[in-house]
């Protein structure tokens, strides 16, 4: 079993949908998570990350982490096409880091 | 943007040569790491550095080496490379605090196509 499981979509919505983007892992060791956006080309930089369980909201953003389910989310309000991207969840464990295979997101206007 | 540049940003290679991948930081910051990403298989590490002259092995370790000779540079060779190597290679550099939380930051990638 992969430490992190992701839906790879595609997923396609219109400009001023509600996103939720979405992770699964595997040991309830974990305590940080993080979301990784990256544009085509380009390598994956930080978005958000969270420290164990709750909500963290940064603008149209916001990461939620259920550590009774293991389970990790994104939201996105308002979405942009500029949010067009593949949305990486990721965990770490002392220096490793384990990241979801990526959720492909189309904003289309 | 982290102070990381890698290079080349493409390179075509022919089967059984070796090719070198360097990673370049200027932020000073103890990890190191190299990912190969694939689709249907994300974001893997090959291997990993902790400090000058210190590597460890990655998931998908076999058939690359790397060394550090200097805080800064990171290069990743593959010794013979094969077409099971053509993917984008990913530097990534981390702080590393000790078990505290600690981004990880990427470069923009290495295209490597081997023919």
């Known amino acids: 079993q992969k430490e992190v499981e992701q839906d790879p979509g595609p997923l396609s919505v219109p400009e001023g949908a509600i996103v939720s983007l979405n992770c699964t892992y595997s040991?309830?060791?974990?305590?940080?998570f993080m979301w990784y956006r990256q544009y085509s080309r380009k390598g994956p930089e930080l978005l958000m990350y969270?420290?164990?369980?709750g909500n963290k909201e940064d603008g149209r953003f916001t990461a939620q982490v259920d550590k009774s389910s293991k389970y990790i989310s994104l939201f996105i309000r308002d979405s942009q096409p500029s949010d067009s991207a593949t949305y990486l969840c990721?965990?770490?464990?002392?220096?490793?880091?384990?990241f979801g295979t990526g959720t492909s997101l189309t904003v289309i206007p | 943007d982290a102070g990381i540049t890698q290079s080349p940003r493409h390179k075509v290679t022919e089967t059984g040569t070796p090719v070198t991948l360097r990673c370049h930081q200027t932020?000073?910051?103890?990890?190191m790491y190299w990912y190969r990403q694939d689709p249907g298989h994300g974001l893997r590490l090959i291997h990993y550095?902790?400090?000058?002259?210190?590597?460890d092995k990655g998931e998908v370790s076999d058939g690359y080496s790397v060394s550090r000779s200097k805080t800064e540079d990171f290069l990743l060779t593959l010794e013979s490379a094969t077409s099971s190597q053509t993917s984008v290679y990913f530097c990534?550099?981390?702080?590393?605090?000790?078990?505290?939380?600690?981004?990880?930051?990427f470069g923009n990638g290495t295209r490597l196509t081997v023919t």
């Open positions: 990534a550099i981390s702080e590393g605090t000790g078990g505290m939380y600690s981004p990880l930051h």
């Open positions: 040991n309830s060791a974990f305590q940080y």
């Open positions: 969270t420290y164990s369980s």
């Open positions: 990721a965990t770490v464990t002392g220096n490793q880091f384990y």
């Open positions: 932020e000073n910051h103890r990890y």
């Open positions: 550095s902790y400090g000058v002259k210190d590597t």
